[in-house]
């Protein structure tokens, strides 16, 4: 069964840092667009961060994050970061990485149907 594992989250406070993994289980993201979203309780799930696998083009960021998050990838370890500074309160959520079989480009980085989707980890932010 296809997996997808994040790790890396906790409780930090604000301004803290944090970096989220998420590899990949019988699976391999070549072609694919990896993305990060998050939800909060009450909250629709939305994306974050997006890159695409196979290339060097520039990542996606919501302009929530933008400056402070930063999504890369390891071609050696199979696994994508989202590296979070200077967090804040409202950056508290849960956090998934998802995978689809597709490009990033034209915004479907933030897309909610991604074909693949990690169970979460919590990342809580206090103030």
């Known amino acids: 069964q296809v997996q997808l594992m994040e790790s890396g989250g906790g409780s930090v406070q604000a301004g803290g840092s944090l970096r989220l993994s998420c590899a990949a289980s019988r699976y391999t993201f070549d072609g694919h667009c990896i993305s990060w979203f998050r939800q909060a309780p009450g909250k629709e799930r939305e994306a974050v961060a997006g890159?695409?696998?196979?290339?060097?083009?520039?990542?996606y960021y919501a302009d929530s994050v933008k400056g402070r998050f930063t999504i890369s990838r390891d071609y050696g370890k199979g696994t994508v970061y989202l590296q979070m500074d200077s967090l804040k309160p409202e950056d508290t959520a849960m956090y998934y990485c998802?995978?689809?079989?597709?490009?990033?480009?034209?915004?479907?980085?933030?897309?909610?149907?991604?074909?693949?989707w990690g169970q979460g980890t919590q990342v809580t932010v206090s103030s």
């Open positions: 998802a995978a689809d079989p597709s490009g990033c480009a034209g915004g479907t980085w933030r897309r909610i149907d991604f074909k693949i």
């Open positions: 890159i695409y696998w196979n290339d060097f083009t520039v990542p």
